[in-house]
């Protein structure tokens, strides 16, 4: 009797605790994603400074950076892309989110493209239309409801995994 027992405990545990490995790999992943959301932000800022810093000086070196923003900003958005394919809520919202980033990084090489060709006066038109800022402010509008919905996951996440932990330790 004590045998079947230690066996059923055994068993019961065995679930749990696997059941905790899939909740703290849950976690894991949401850390993940927000820690390549707060990248994704940053690299759109290098990528607007190095823009602007261009458009107002017309000195090179300042397109180094904004192509090393638009190139880490394009990894972050593909990593971003396949972790949140599981999500469907959220993995919509970022598609929006990837749309809205591929046509301001359109806009910003046609500016910069402008610039060479016809001046600071042609590009700075194209600053002053405004589409940039309602650009951006939607973007950061979209990225916000990700930060919070992904911290929502990751509250509930963490959650389960003290509860799974507490299930584990009462066997």
């Known amino acids: 009797m004590g045998l079947i027992l230690l066996g059923i405990v055994g068993i019961l545990s065995s679930g749990s605790i696997h059941q905790l490995s899939l909740v703290i790999q849950e976690v894991n992943r949401t850390h993940q994603t ?6 994704l932000c940053a690299e759109l800022k290098e990528a607007k400074i190095g823009y602007q810093g261009y458009l107002i000086t017309g000195r090179q070196e300042y397109l180094e950076s904004y192509y090393l923003g638009v ?8 990593a971003l892309l396949a972790i949140l394919k599981g999500r469907p809520q959220t993995h919509e919202k970022f598609k929006t989110l990837e749309s809205l980033i591929r046509s301001q ?4 090489n046609a500016t910069i493209q402008l610039r060479q060709r016809k001046g600071v006066v042609a590009a700075l038109k194209v600053v002053q239309s405004g589409q940039d800022k309602a650009h951006t402010d939607r973007m950061s509008a979209i990225i916000q409801e ?3 919905d992904v911290q929502q996951q990751l509250q509930q996440k963490e959650t389960e995994a003290l509860n799974g932990s507490h299930s584990v330790s009462h066997l």
């Open 34 to 39: 927000l820690e390549k959301l707060h990248n």
């Open 105 to 108: 990084l359109s806009e910003l």
């Open 71 to 78: 190139s880490e900003t394009q990894k972050d958005a593909e």
């Open 146 to 148: 990700l930060m919070d």
